[in-house]
């Protein structure tokens, strides 16, 4: 009986267990979600996306936004890259301007939750020949692997000032969300866009050209930087790794 009653505490144990990692793992990032959406854009009808360009792994996309004379580009790409590596590049701040096209420069402001990935930070953006521009971007994750994805927003926030350098000229807006979809263990599907208010002195032609190259050329940085040994080998005991083999053994991803 004694060694009975043993055994049936140790599988109640073990099974309260299950369930309180499963509610932890659907509700990871609940705290830190601005809202409760599972697109990219937050509101889609904004958008009439047009096929620009494919290739063998990404689909170039851009939009007319209505009243600014700039357009909205996206890229979605499947890429042969862990889900978890990615999220680790992408929390990466400082090493951005190795990585994203026209990114000159970037600066961590401030921390606000730093186990769900909240956080603010300073983006230089360089222009050709033209003035340079910067913003201060908030950045909050969503997290649900329960249902496969990852929800990176980005977007430029007044409430926090930071101007180091005076010669930049601020952006009026700036918004850059990523999504991250589940394929399988080796893959994973990145969807991102820009919708970029740039200001004065940039002719719209000419920035609508630098717009509409910048996601494709990113995904081609992001890709290099997934080969590096500092994400292949650091992801795996980040939080992103932790959930997503959290997610695997609970039978969410497979």
Not at 136 to 152: H, I, K, P, S, Y
Not at 169 to 185: G, T
Not at 204 to 213: D, E, G, S, V, Y
Request: aromatic letters at 8%.
């Amino acid at each position: 009986m004694t060694t009975n009653f043993r055994f049936n505490n140790a599988r109640l144990l073990l099974s309260i267990g299950f369930q309180i990692s499963a509610l932890l793992l659907v509700g990871a990032s609940a705290a830190c979600a601005q809202n409760n959406r599972e697109t990219l854009e937050a509101d889609p009808s904004k958008y009439q996306w047009k096929l620009d360009s494919t290739d063998d792994l990404c689909k170039s996309y851009s939009s007319d936004v209505a009243g600014k004379p700039y357009v909205a580009a996206k890229i979605i790409c499947n890429m042969p890259i862990r889900m978890e590596v990615i999220g680790m590049i992408l929390r990466d701040i400082d090493n951005y301007p190795n990585w994203m096209s026209g990114c000159q420069e970037t600066r961590m402001v401030k921390v606000e939750d730093a186990a769900n990935d909240t956080f603010v930070f300073w983006w230089h953006h360089h222009i050709p020949v033209l003035q340079d521009r910067d913003t201060v971007l908030r950045v909050t994750t969503t997290m649900n692997l329960a249902r496969g994805f990852e929800l990176v927003d980005v977007r430029s926030t007044d409430d926090t000032k930071f101007n180091p350098d005076a010669s930049l000229v601020r952006m009026p807006s700036a918004w850059s969300p990523f999504k991250l979809e589940w394929i399988d263990r080796e893959h994973t599907r990145v969807s991102w866009m820009i919708d970029l208010n740039v200001g004065d002195g940039v002719p719209p032609p000419i920035a609508n050209a630098i717009i509409k190259k910048i996601p494709s050329k990113s995904m081609a940085g992001l890709a290099r930087m997934a080969t590096e040994k500092k994400y292949l080998e650091g992801a795996k005991t980040t939080r992103y790794g932790n959930l997503v083999d959290e997610a695997i053994k609970l039978g969410y991803l497979r």
